[in-house]
Nanobody, 124 residues
Framework: QVQLVESGGGLVEAGGSLRLSCAASGRIFTWSVMGWFRQSPGKDREFVAYITWGGGLTTYADFVKGRFTISRDNTENMMHLQMNSLKPEDTATYYC?????????????????WGQGTQVIVSS
């Protein structure tokens, strides 16, 4: 059993920055994958970025490349998403998730546990 709690969301002007955090409790394996997804009203939840827990390898959705950075701290069981150059279209609820089996990180169906989400609003 893994519990995930996101924090760090809020209201920011376009061009600004936010840093999201995800605190994990429970056992996460070195082969696990942790990811960030987001969902806007009326839209499907979409992949943002993921990181392999052991090796720290990262993958990003094209629309966040060069603006967002995912990282993890294994010792603290934390994952972060540094979001820079935010745009109004980044407005969404952001969720962290863990795939304990280390499957394809972009596949939403592969994730076993999800947080409750943290809301990000970017004003124009």
């Amino acid at each position: 059993q893994v519990q995930l709690v996101e924090s760090g969301g809020g209201l920011v002007e376009a061009g600004g920055s936010l840093r999201l955090s995800c605190a994990a409790s429970g056992r996460i394996f070195t082969w696990s994958v942790m990811g960030w997804f987001r969902q806007s009203p009326g839209k499907d939840r979409e992949f943002v970025a993921y990181i392999t827990w052991g090796g720290g390898l990262t993958t990003y959705a094209d629309f966040v490349k060069g603006r967002f950075t995912i990282s993890r701290d294994n010792t603290e069981n934390m994952m972060h998403l540094q979001m820079n150059s935010l745009k109004p279209e980044d407005t969404a609820t952001y969720y962290c998730a863990v795939d304990l089996n280390g499957g394809p990180g972009q596949n939403i169906d592969g994730y076993d546990y999800w947080g409750q989400g943290t809301q990000v609003i970017v004003s124009s």
